[in-house]
């Protein structure tokens, strides 16, 4: 088993740029290189390849292959050296910041440049020990995920932008012809939506403004809508149990008023019955004696008891007997309920936006 702890950063350093290796590629000659900075010097060096470190020349070029053995060996040296020791060092790259691909650890420093040639980018330290290297190569601001920034065809960085087909291109790149493609450079096209964005994000801003505006003036009309609401539920109760009362009231005493006349009216009737009954025992009476003179013969009789006989009849009944409903405590029913009524007409009607239309 490997022990890491054995090993040094010196072991695993490319020998043309300096930094650990990056996708190592082991050339016939043994030595070992990353796989972009061999590419970047190889393809410089025409029909016939050399080797940086021992010169050997090599015809034709060798494919270049990266050695997978030692790149999971560096990954995992590159992983004991963020975790082994008692002290680690505080990182010095802030987030959205690019890393230097040549340092270690949680020490690694922030990039200051990126070799757009050998792929990597480099702290002020590593980037001294680059160009003291590799003057020609071309540095630019540091860039994060460089592979991904690269043009797949020409391995050159895409700073180009074509409008038709809304695509990167890189410089080398000729099929996007104009003026049927409209083709401007990244940086312009760049401004271009950005400047586009900042307008809509104004426009969003004011919408938002507008629609938070429009909930609070919502939620304040729901709470005085149901305030209202609330209010006309308890003076609809109240009302209910008011007039149940007022009519249990009324009713009361109507029936305590019909009950007295109705008593009233027994006590005139039993009276009224008396007489009537005297005046029918007093006419039966009168009517036998009256048949028995008409239907005699002897006229010495009759006129000797005609003086005598009563000249008027009984009186008979004086008044009717009936009973009468109090009106006057049926009328006070239904004007009470019709002035309550007259109040829950009155009552708004309850609309969406949360005030209370006067009903009609």
């Known amino acids: 088993m490997v022990s890491y702890s054995a090993m040094s950063e010196d072991q695993f350093l490319c020998s043309i740029c300096l930094g650990v290796f990056t996708n190592p590629a082991t050339i016939p000659c043994g ?209 209910r149990l008011d007039l149940v009362s007022k009519v249990g009231q009324i009713c009361e005493r109507y029936n305590i008023e019909a009950r007295r006349r109705v008593d009233e009216m027994k006590s005139t009737a039993s009276r009224r019955r008396r007489v009537l009954e005297d005046n029918i025992t007093a006419l039966t009476s009168r009517d036998a004696e009256l048949e028995r003179l008409i239907g005699s013969s002897d006229s010495f009789a009759f006129l000797n008891i005609l003086p005598s006989l009563p000249s008027a009849l009984p009186d008979g009944v004086g008044e009717q007997c009936s009973i009468n409903i109090p009106p006057d405590l049926l009328g006070n029913l239904l004007y009470t309920f019709m002035k309550d009524m007259n109040k829950l007409a009155k009552m708004g009607n309850l609309s969406t936006n949360g005030y209370a239309a006067p009903a009609d």
């Open 31 to 239: 030595h070992t290189f990353c796989k972009s900075c061999l590419e970047g010097d190889w393809n410089s060096s025409g029909d016939y390849a050399v080797c940086a470190v021992c010169n050997m020349r090599f015809t034709p070029t060798p494919t270049i292959l990266v050695n997978i053995v030692l790149r999971d060996l560096v990954e995992s040296f590159k992983g004991a050296s963020r975790c082994g020791g008692s002290t680690v060092d505080i990182p010095t790259v802030a987030p959205g910041e690019v890393s230097c691909d040549a340092c270690l650890g949680y020490g690694m420093t922030k990039a200051v440049k990126t070799c757009l040639v050998c792929v990597s980018s480099y702290c002020p330290e590593h980037e001294v020990v680059h160009n003291a290297r590799f003057s020609r190569h071309q540095l630019v601001r540091p860039l994060a995920n460089l592979e991904k920034r690269m043009c797949s065809n020409h391995e050159r960085l895409l700073e180009r932008y074509c409008r038709t087909d809304k695509t990167m291109l890189c410089a080398g790149c000729d099929t996007h012809p104009e003026p049927a493609h409209q083709v401007v450079s990244m940086q312009v096209e760049f401004l271009a939506q950005k400047a586009q964005l900042t307008e809509a994000h104004g426009k969003v801003k004011e919408k938002l403004k507008a629609t938070r505006k429009e909930a609070e003036q919502f939620n304040s009309s729901f709470h005085h809508c149901k305030d209202v609401a609330t209010s006309q539920i308890r003076f609809v109760n109240g009302f």
